[in-house]
């Protein structure tokens, strides 16, 4: 079946730790998306990316890093410098044309230790 | 500064009645509204999306439709079942915008027996 796969489903993290966040999609789809989800809040877009070896900051990209070196691919990193990383992470995909709804992943909880 | 906004954390309807979940953006740009549908520990899915050059789209019990005067979009939902208990996100995009999508903070509907 077509869609995509993010793991782990829970991880945790010690304090100056980074941690990588894996997200597969077999769809096709060109565009590649990160969002953090925080309890009662909306989700906000961490780093998107419309085509291989090219990816651009969201509005929340401090302190998280990714690649997109395989169209399948898209894994985040969230690094020692994000100082609030608790939160429900999920990923996204869409073709790269406008007006196209995006479809996600099952997320990632990541938690601190 | 919140560009889409669902100014009602929560809905209780009864089975079989008509849900109305609202949504208000403020950005004129957008003319792309989607609305997904999420689970606990779940990623959201795709329900229904409308174009700015159309004011209602219907898709079984789900229609929305869109008023660009007063920047307003509603999903209805009739008949309402226990299954549409959910989290229900409303989400905007604009043409050129890299199909990036803005996210309302989310309605908390329960349908009850």
């Known amino acids: 079946d077509g869609g995509i796969t993010q793991s782990p489903k829970y991880l945790f993290r010690k304090e100056g730790q980074n941690v990588t966040l894996s997200c597969e999609q077999n769809?096709?789809?060109?565009?590649m998306y990160w969002y953090r989800q925080d309890p009662g809040q909306g989700l906000r877009l961490i780093y998107y990316?419309?085509?291989?070896?090219?990816?651009q900051k969201g509005d929340i990209a401090e302190g998280y890093s990714v690649s997109r070196e395989k169209k399948e691919s898209f894994p985040l990193t969230v690094t020692s410098a994000q100082k609030n990383p608790t939160a429900f992470y999920l990923c996204?995909?869409?073709?790269?044309?406008?007006?196209?709804?995006?479809?996600f992943g099952d997320g990632t909880r990541l938690s601190i230790l | 500064d919140q560009q889409v906004k669902q100014n009602s954390p929560s809905l209780s309807v009864q089975e079989g009645r008509i849900s109305i979940l609202n949504c208000d953006y403020t950005?004129?740009?957008?003319?792309?509204f989607l609305w997904y549908k999420k689970y606990p520990a779940e990623g959201p899915t795709f329900l229904i999306s409308?174009?700015?050059?159309?004011d209602k789209n219907e898709d079984g019990r789900f229609t929305v439709f869109l008023n660009k005067s007063a920047k307003h979009l509603s999903l209805h939902i009739v008949p309402s079942q226990p299954g549409d208990s959910a989290v229900y996100f409303c989400?905007?995009?604009?043409?050129?915008?890299?199909?990036?999508?803005?996210f309302g903070t989310g309605t908390q509907l329960k349908v009850e027996l």
């Open positions: 990316s419309q085509i291989v070896n090219d990816f």
């Open positions: 989400a905007a995009s604009y043409t050129g915008g890299g199909n990036k999508l803005t």
């Open positions: 996204a995909s869409s073709p790269q044309a406008s007006n196209q709804p995006q479809h």
């Open positions: 769809l096709n789809h060109d565009a």
């Open positions: 950005n004129s740009m957008f003319d792309y």
């Open positions: 409308i174009s700015s050059i159309k």
